[in-house]
């Protein structure tokens, strides 16, 4: 029978355990290893829906408004500061 005051990890004082980073990379690695065809096939679903949505959704809502207006930074600083202060003004 175990001793119950023992620490739970049994290492000796001579080694050292694997930093955060290795360990977290080594979960992910096995999980992934051990998926089954259903957990491949939701991972592959999220990452398809993930390119859509970050690659292909930012090109057509999110265009690049303010090199539409202007090309130079103080261009670009002027116009947004008189957006807020025109917003402010109507929103008065």
Do not use: C
Not at 14 to 21: D, H, L, S
């Amino acid at each position: 029978m175990k001793n119950m005051k023992e620490p739970l990890n049994n290492t000796d004082p001579g080694t050292t355990q694997p930093g955060f980073w290795t360990r977290s990379w080594h979960l992910y690695r096995d999980g992934f290893r051990n998926l089954s065809t259903t957990g491949r096939a939701l991972w592959i679903l999220i990452l398809v829906k993930l390119f859509v949505m970050f690659a292909i959704l930012r090109v057509f809502f999110f265009p690049n408004y303010l090199n539409t207006h202007t090309d130079s930074d103080e261009g670009k600083s002027d116009f947004v500061a008189e957006q807020f202060v025109q917003r402010v003004s109507d929103h008065n």
